[in-house]
């Protein structure tokens, strides 16, 4: 619905007023904390929940209001496995309106890893989280570039998933 309204309104569109300059050099101001508050926060352990709080705050900056209802650490019904970060996806046009329909993923599942090198238990942990019930694609949110190796098993996951869609990482 935003961005039909924004569609919509776009032969109305002005240069931009001084107060609008302001409104951008605030949002500037935002997006350089987060990338102090990234660079501040030492990998490991030790700052998990930190860094699963930023990547939380900056997904609710960036994808409002797309995604929304975000909630950490959703557990299962009887507890049994949980998840960073699930968003419901409103969507209806744009990225996520594509993933929403061609993924069914009315929500989307972030898994967040302060971690200095993915592994494969990490990947294989979030394909089993993709279903029917979540969705098919789900993210896994670090600080580093996986490896060939990490690339590699999730092609394999999405080349083995029986079913279409296929699930994606």
């Known amino acids: 619905q935003y961005i039909g309204r924004k569609e919509r309104e776009g032969s109305q569109v002005e240069p931009l007023l001084t107060t609008d300059q302001v409104f951008l050099d605030s949002e500037y101001q935002l997006g350089e904390r987060f990338i102090s508050r990234l ?42 496995e949980r998840r960073d ?16 329909t061609t ?29 029917v019930r979540l969705g098919m694609l789900g993210f896994i949110v670090t600080r580093k570039p996986p490896g060939d190796n990490i690339i590699r098993k999730t092609y394999s996951i999405f080349n083995d998933t029986p079913s279409l869609p296929r699930k994606i990482i």
């Open 103 to 131: 993924y069914n993923s009315l929500l989307v599942m972030l898994e967040s890893k302060n971690v200095e090198k993915v592994e494969l238990e990490h990947i294989n942990q979030t394909a089993s989280y993709l279903g």
């Open 85 to 100: 970060i699930i968003y419901t996806n409103e969507a209806e046009t744009s990225f996520w309106g594509y993933v929403r």
């Open 39 to 80: 660079d501040n926060l030492p990998v490991g352990h030790s700052a998990a929940s930190d860094y699963q709080r930023l990547v939380f705050e900056i997904f609710n900056y960036l994808f409002e209001p797309e995604l929304t209802d975000g909630k950490m650490e959703v557990e299962t019904y009887l507890g049994t």
